[in-house]
């Protein structure tokens, strides 16, 4: 654990004595700001920001993000939960009386397609398509008594999951700040009742439908929506988002709305590449609706043990290429506030690749 904080510390200060030994050759970019502005790494925010950036009419973008998330540590609110403490609380569904399995770890994937078209300078059209794959380790214990480990499985699925579409509105665009709003749609369209082989508490094998966690996806509607505004001072820019995504209709259930607020600054490092640092503010709410089929003594078979509250701390760093740019970006929750129990994310990758012609 303190060896990744350190990580983090040293990558920070390295990056930042690199762009201070670089800054000598800034100079040149100082010249033509039009086509300056057009041809820096902080064109684009950080990686891991959706809908950061409009197009000049006549302008098309394609994208490729690979996202990776980690989680191993279950919390109650922003407190650690040992597995012992989860098999002392009350199973919601009824038999048996206590939580008998316990979520270890979970990884997700994600692989987003995007594509931006500009028809004029005050409409930029956005569309995006998510596939992802989840894997999660469980460990079963005895439903009574001694409540000894039973046995470890893993449940995994993988499905197309996410299109959405939006527009995004410009409403002033000048050489160094540019502001703009977005509005959306988005389906999710992951099969919501994927089954998987579970290892029961009296210690025998059953398929089961999948608790909501672990669905591709809730087949539901959401709006989107979105104000983002940057500025750039020299080398440097500073970008904000408030944006929120709110359901408007579901098939039993789906994930809670999100409010989201991301503070950015990018700073050049030389003529091709940016770091960024971005802290992300995340409110999300509790599942709405239910399966009734969804129902093993396990935390994430109640609706009430989603969202809650994270403040995200990532680094990332753009580079131009002949063709195109590429973007990287870590991600570590720095504050945590979960309705539990939940398993909360442990740090995030994004790494992804834009072409615009
Ligand atoms: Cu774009």
């Given at each position: 654990?303190?060896k990744?904080h350190?990580?983090?510390?040293l990558l920070a200060?390295?990056?930042n004595i690199?762009?201070?030994?670089m800054?000598?050759?800034d100079?040149?970019q100082?010249?033509g700001?039009?086509d300056h ?9 950080p990686?891991?920001l959706?809908?950061d ?5 006549g ?7 690979y ?6 540590q ?5 407190k ?10 009350p ?5 048996p009386?206590?939580l ?10 994600m ?21 992802n ?7 079963t ?11 470890d ?5 993988s499905?197309l ?12 665009d000048?050489?160094?700040s540019k502001f ?15 089954q ?8 025998s094998?059953?398929s ?18 979105a ?6 001072y020299?080398?440097?820019k500073?970008?904000?988002q408030?944006?929120?995504k709110?359901?408007?209709?579901n ?7 999100v409010?989201e607020?991301?503070?950015?600054s990018?700073r050049?490092?030389?003529?091709i590449?940016?770091w960024?640092?971005?802290?992300k ?6 599942i709405d609706?239910?399966?009734k ?5 396990v935390?994430t ?10 403040v ?10 002949p ?18 129990p939940?398993m ?14």
């Amino acid at each position: 654990m303190k060896k990744i904080h350190l990580f983090w510390l040293l990558l920070a200060i390295s990056i930042n004595i690199s762009s201070e030994s670089m800054q000598g050759m800034d100079h040149h970019q100082h010249k033509g700001m039009g086509d300056h502005a057009k041809h820096s790494a902080k064109m684009h925010g950080p990686i891991g920001l959706m809908g950061d950036h409009f197009h000049k009419k006549g302008e098309s973008m394609v994208s490729i993000r690979y996202m990776k998330m980690s989680m191993n540590q279950n919390y109650i609110g922003s407190k650690k939960i040992s597995d012992l403490e989860i098999l002392q609380l009350p199973n919601p569904n009824g038999m048996p009386k206590n939580l008998s399995v316990v979520p270890q770890d979970m990884d997700m994937d994600m692989i987003m397609l995007g594509a931006m078209y500009a028809p004029t300078d005050f409409v930029t059209l956005m569309s995006m398509a998510t596939f992802n794959s989840k894997s999660m380790n469980l460990k079963t214990y005895q439903p009574m008594m001694e409540r000894n480990a039973l046995g470890d499985f893993t449940t995994k699925s993988s499905d197309l999951s996410i299109f959405n579409f939006s527009a995004l509105f410009t409403i002033y665009d000048e050489d160094k700040s540019k502001f703009h709003a977005q509005l959306g749609l988005e389906k999710n369209m992951g099969k919501n009742d994927l089954q998987g082989q579970v290892l029961m508490p009296m210690g025998s094998l059953g398929s089961i439908v999948m608790p909501y966690g672990m669905q591709s996806g809730d087949k539901s509607y959401s709006v989107l929506s979105a104000i983002t505004y940057t500025k750039t001072y020299g080398s440097w820019k500073l970008g904000g988002q408030i944006k929120s995504k709110l359901n408007i209709q579901n098939k039993e259930w789906n994930f809670g709305d999100v409010s989201e607020i991301n503070i950015w600054s990018q700073r050049d490092l030389n003529n091709i590449s940016a770091w960024s640092l971005r802290l992300k503010i995340q409110d999300v709410k509790s599942i709405d609706g239910l399966n009734k089929k969804i129902e093993a003594p396990v935390q994430t078979a109640n609706p009430l043990n989603y969202g809650g509250e994270t403040v995200t701390f990532g680094i990332g760093i753009n580079v131009m290429l002949p063709q195109g740019s590429i973007g990287l970006e870590a991600y570590k929750p720095i504050s945590r506030d979960l309705n539990g129990p939940q398993m909360s994310m442990d740090w995030g990758l994004q790494a992804g690749y834009h072409l615009s012609f």
